[in-house]
């Protein structure tokens, strides 16, 4: 198969969206389609997006967070999750006791060291001869005074696991070394180590689009008769079908995906059982992410099982999912730069409820982890705001997975009907733009 641009694929994406039946889409190799890089690839395009971002961005982000030099310690195995970030892609983990350090300059520049005897990757340059320093704590306490920094920033962090990778022994390892001159000018690295894991630059956008691009066509073939087969199908077997699908294709999932059902039945819940058989009728749903390049993906959409005599989605199953879109419009329309993410839940859910709309709102970075350091947009179960992590205010260049559902009431079914929808978009120059098009109608699965 002839391979085809970017652009030209989200096209042909988007074109699909509109038909009711995707079982030819369904038939392609996607990993051909979509140009899925060997492993030798992948980590030749992770180091020079490592190697931008400590250049191009990190400068300016230590700038802002006023941190004259960021030390991140981790031994094997153990691994501080920053730290992780910014090993060389052929890196699997920390070897012994892995020192990284990253000084800001007089000329605005940052220089990135290892306290190691040798190179780590094309960033990091070795700060550490053994044979004239035999003691590697010894040499960092010396490369600090050499740089006689002014604010030192460890990753501690009473707010965001991701960024609290210090672990205490070599916390009180550093702090027997460290004069006391030092230990008076150590800060916590929370607000630089989230600015550094929330931040993307434009190659990594690149990346997310075509890999969200990607996860939905993952999704659409899952959702297609090339898999379901209705009264013969069950949820298990298609939640272990996107697991082997994303194998197949030389990826990982970064959870376990799950699909749920809701039919008629009105004593009937939304059902994750993985026994339940899949009939015509039946309203699916699915949560499903993948790993790549150092990047995830977390999306959530709907598939209807078409009746026998039906060519289309009952009505008020379409209506549904436009509650479930408008909420999403109110959420977007609230993102502004320099706002917590409290006060975008708080204004979110009143215009919401004003709308006649049943919110939950629980939307969430996504970058570098699936649920990722930034600003968070309520939890399932604190739809009043989050404390912390929910007061850190909204950046420029950050990604979020749209997370949220809708509770709709359907005369037909007697019962309530859950709209559950997850979009990624990245949030820039003040304008919230889903990485690829989002699900503005129901996939629909034909009865065979």
Known sequence: MQKINFFKKLYIFTTLIFVNSFTAYAEQDLGEEFNILSMQERSELVDRILSKRVVQLLPQLMSETNIDMWILISRENNEDAVLKTLLPSTWMGARRRTILMFTRMDDGTVKAEAMSRYDVGNVF??????ESQPDQMLALIELIQARDPNRIAL??????????????????LLFSYLPNKYRERIVSGEDLAVSWLETR???EVQAHQEMVALTKAIIRKGFSNAVIRPRKTTVGDLVWWFRDEVSKLGLQTWFQPSVRLQRKYKNMAVSEDPDLIILPGDLLHVDFGISYLRLNTDIQQHAYVLKPEEKRAPKFLINALNVGNKLQD???????????????????REQALLNGIKPMIYSHPIGFHGHAAGTTIGKWDSQHGVPGEGDRLLRNNTAYAIELNATVYSEEWQKDIVIMLEENALFSQGKVNYLAPRQEELILVNYK
Do not use: C, M, P
Request: glycine share 6%; no cysteine.
């Open 125 to 130: 340059k070795k700060a550490w001869d053994k």
């Open 201 to 203: 630059i434009v190659e």
């Open 330 to 348: 109110i959420l977007t329309s609230n993102f502004e730069q320099g706002i917590s993410g409290n006060e975008i839940l708080s204004k979110s």
């Open 155 to 172: 990753n501690q962090s009473a707010h965001y696991e991701i960024a609290d990778g210090l672990v205490a022994t070599e916390r009180d």
